[in-house]
């Protein structure tokens, strides 16, 4: 049994082609039959973030600068994760670089995972949970 699709999507090219994200501008006929363009951002790598806790029970937060936002902002540990890489294996990377933090993968828990496929954008992203981080000068 096939599901009804209530946007029909017509014909796609290309408006930007990056290495990070590509935006495709879609003709898309509508449930009244109209047609519209609608602008939709196709990331080409998933992403995952990591909430890690020193041995105090204190959550890891990196300061980040936003150019896009012109503002300074609390994280937690995040990237995009390469092609061919694990994860965890992407969130070992993150803490090492950002908060000078190391852990072992054993140590990791997925948390939670996001496959977010709203109005603009389809995106993958692993939330991992980590109870076992220290600095590198402990």
Sequence with gaps: ???????????????????WIHINLDQVQLPDKSVIEFEAIEFQRNG??????????EVILVKNYRYINDFYSWEVPAGTIPPGVDHSMCIIEELKEEAGCEVKKEAFKIYWKLLSFD???QS????LLC???RADNN
């Design 1 to 19: 049994m096939t599901e009804e699709k209530f946007w029909n999507i017509l014909g796609t090219k290309k408006g930007f082609k990056g290495e």
């Design 48 to 57: 995952a973030g990591v909430v890690a806790e020193n041995k105090n029970g």
């Design 119 to 121: 109005r603009f954008e």
């Design 124 to 127: 993958n992203i692993s939330l």
């Design 131 to 133: 109870k076992e981080c």
